[in-house]
């Protein structure tokens, strides 16, 4: 089966293109590079491109030939979209739609989507079911959710399209190898900035808001190891090719750690006492994100094998001092 990867060469679009090399699927990655790396490419064939450049990624397709195109490539800063709310609908929104009008005239029916838990907005249950209602609080949530609904329509429209979104809950850790992690070049995310922190790239590490209605006071996330992600992502190929009716799946472990508890097994893991300071909320965070992940599990059979905070920040740390190897 040949697998079209957009964003393979990005952070968890490359652990997903390095398991279907490894599990022998023919996979091609469509990468601009814009946030992604080339050298994270480990697999397959790599054709440099824009979403938005519809020509180009056609003459891929005709080249590849492609049955089913997994979706990565997109912004997914949260302030940013709150700042640059049209960046996200274009990047987002408008050139997923291109790429689904591309798929379809070009016959390729099956489409694995990278949505978000920050479709769900401030959730009124948690832990949260893939049933609870789209009610996202930031342009972020708001460009995946509206790819969403068209799924929606577009599965409705046309009986032969089929396609699974997976709604990622927070994602850490690396390649238990140690070849490929995250390597944006700006890091925003909690635990790549307190390693980093650790390791002296930042002074100090800002605590955002720290009056949040949590036993701490601080906002809780449910943390996912990149390989269990990319294990889901697989399991939804398999799924789908099988004849799996349109789908949605949570992807989390279903539990939750606090800004201040992650900070603390940074600590630990680390060995080193770095600085934090406590500082404002920062707009568009949900208080608590936690994922009810019975349904992959009992859909998929997903079998977590990386369900531990300790085990993922460690594979996040050794990563992290790679990486300031390699770049110096
Ligand atoms: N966070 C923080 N300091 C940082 C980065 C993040 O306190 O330097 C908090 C952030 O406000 C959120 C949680 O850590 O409550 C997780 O944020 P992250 O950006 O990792 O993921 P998100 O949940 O926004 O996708």
Redesign the pocket.
């Known amino acids: 089966m040949r697998v079209l990867v957009t964003g393979g060469a990005g952070y968890i679009g490359s652990h997903v293109v390095k398991l279907l090399g490894e599990r022998n699927y023919e996979v091609a990655t469509y990468d601009n590079l814009s946030t992604g790396n080339r050298w994270a490419v480990l697999y397959g064939d790599f054709f440099e491109g824009d979403l938005a450049d519809t020509n180009r990624l056609e003459s891929v397709i005709k080249i590849f030939k492609p049955s089913v195109v997994m979706h990565f490539a997109a912004s997914i800063i ?1 302030k940013e979209s709150i700042n640059d709310p049209l960046k996200y609908y274009y990047n987002n929104t408008y050139n997923t739609i291109k790429l689904l009008r591309t798929m379809i005239q070009n016959g390729i029916k099956k489409f694995i989507f990278s949505s978000t838990a ?1 479709v769900y907005g401030i959730p009124d249950e948690i832990p949260i079911k893939e049933d609870s209602p789209m009610k996202p609080i930031n342009p972020y949530g708001t460009s995946k959710m509206m790819i969403e609904l068209i799924l929606k329509d577009l599965a409705s429209s046309n009986r032969d399209f089929g396609y699974v979104s997976l709604r990622y809950f ?1 994602v850490a850790g690396a390649d238990s190898e140690g070849r490929i992690g995250q390597a944006y070049k700006e890091s ?4 790549t ?1 307190a390693l980093k922190t650790a390791l002296g790239e930042f002074r100090k ?5 720290t009056d949040y209605n949590t036993p701490d006071g ?2 809780i ?1 449910d943390y996912i190891h990149v390989e269990d992600l990319a294990d889901a992502h697989l399991l939804s190929l398999k799924y789908l090719t099988e004849g799996g009716k349109s789908n949605i799946f949570n992807c989390g472990y279903g539990r939750g750690f606090s ?1 201040k508890e992650i900070i603390s097994v940074a600590k630990k893991v680390t060995k080193t006492d770095f600085p934090t300071e406590e500082a404002l909320r ?1 707009e568009g ?1 949900p208080p608590i ?1 936690i994922a009810d992940s019975s349904k992959i599990k009992r859909v998929l059979q997903w079998r977590p094998r990386f369900d531990n905070i300790e085990l993922i920040i460690e594979s996040a740390w050794r990563w992290e001092m790679k990486l300031k190897e390699i770049l110096g």
């Open positions: 949260v920050a927070n925003t995310h909690l635990i900035r590490l800002q605590i955002y808001g601080t906002c996330r800004v920062r965070d994100l």
